[in-house]
């Protein structure tokens, strides 16, 4: 294999499989980045047998064809080294490969790539598609609750699933719970996968750097999703389990309910935090018909109280309510609205915050007991 290339194309596609690979495994193999040149296109793989990543590009001046296994991590230290504009780049018969540009020259140990796992591929499934932007906004607002706890694999993802027009990303670690839909085109036949969250994790952070309008081609099978858009590829085994019934969790009635600014509220429950991180992240909320007092307290450290002006919507009583403050403010700082609603029953029940005359998005937080917020 020889051929000459923009540095910076092979840099950008090294660090994008590189997420797939292992970085210490029980089959070293699975350590490599896999090159492949056919043509005038390169092709570099990662693969660690849960998460797949294709990526590649052009070659403008190819000269032979070929491929070779190298160490993912040597590659990628080299090229974040290379300051030179291009590179040539050959393997020889003994799989050693030459990394040259104007004033650098490597030489590294490669090799066969006959052992290298076959690239997964889905052959048959569901096929939809949509545009990038849309599938970052799906990921952006239910990534924040996925459980990592390793004892409850089946919360260790996103679920996806349709409901006739609709297309929903849904999450929880027990704590709280996020759902994001998106309307599509009507679905033939409906379908549930759980995405793990590494795989969603790295799909989101390659999206970011793609045309908010492509569209991004998404297969589902029964034991494995691949979403592609351009010469890049993803493909993940789903999480093998049954998702909690979330829809038991969303209060279908609530008694009391607020509207306050989203960016008011950030700043006071932001500062909370400062003093709730000593203690257990506990910030209470007292509730009146104009404003929410904010406080929190922690011995040893201080005391915190500020109030927020806001609009109640329905209920008439003074409430209080307590929330881990880190599980709030992850919300707050998610969505991207000039108010939030808060609606919720009494002390103990769920809260469900939701953005006015928008239905699509759904996110609840359970309360914190505590002694001095209980009848």
Do not use: W
Not at 224 to 241: C, Y
Not at 336 to 364: G, H, M, R, W
Request: net charge negative.
């Amino acid at each position: 294999m020889q051929f000459k290339c923009l540095s910076e194309k092979l840099k950008h596609s090294i660090a994008v499989v590189e997420k797939a690979v292992s970085q210490k495994s029980s089959l070293p193999v699975l350590e490599n980045i896999f090159l492949e040149l056919k043509g005038t296109q390169l092709k570099l793989r990662g693969n660690n047998l849960e998460i797949g990543i294709e990526n590649g590009f052009l070659i403008e001046e190819p000269i032979s064809e070929g491929s070779v296994l190298v160490k993912a991590k040597t590659l990628s230290n080299i090229f974040s080294k290379i300051d030179d504009n291009s590179v040539a780049i050959a393997v020889d018969e003994t799989q050693k490969l030459s990394i040259k540009g104007e004033n650098v020259d490597f030489a590294i140990l490669g090799s066969h790539t006959q052992d290298y796992p076959v690239f997964p591929s889905i052959d048959e499934g569901l096929n939809f598609s949509l545009k990038s932007s849309d599938l970052q906004d799906l990921i952006k607002h239910t990534l924040i609750a996925v459980s990592h706890d390793e004892t409850k694999q089946f919360l260790n993802g996103i679920l996806v699933k349709n409901d006739q027009d609709k297309l929903m990303f849904v999450s929880t670690d027990g704590y709280r719970l996020a759902l994001k839909r998106q309307t599509v085109p009507p679905f033939q036949t409906s379908f549930e996968s759980i995405i793990p969250y590494k795989a969603v994790s790295e799909l989101n952070r390659i999206l970011q750097n793609i045309d908010n309008e492509k569209d991004v081609n998404i297969t589902i099978s029964e034991n494995q999703i691949a979403f592609q858009v351009d010469d890049f590829i993803l493909i993940s085994r789903v999480i093998q389990g049954q998702f909690p019934n979330y829809k038991q969790v969303i209060p279908e009635e609530t008694g009391n309910k607020f509207k306050v600014n989203r960016e008011t509220f950030l700043a006071a429950a932001d500062r909370a935090s400062l003093i709730a991180t000593a203690s257990n992240n506990v910030v209470r909320f007292s509730f009146d018909q104009e404003r929410v007092t904010i406080e929190a307290n922690a011995k040893g450290l201080g005391d915190f109280k500020e109030d927020v002006a806001l609009e109640r919507i329905s209920g008439e009583e003074n409430v209080k309510i307590a929330f881990n403050i880190r599980l709030l403010l992850d919300v707050i700082k998610t969505v991207n609205t000039d108010d939030i609603q808060l609606a919720f029953n009494n002390e103990l029940s769920p809260c469900k915050i939701t953005i006015k005359d928008n239905e699509d998005f759904v996110y609840i937080i359970m309360p914190i007991r505590t002694a001095d917020y209980q009848n």
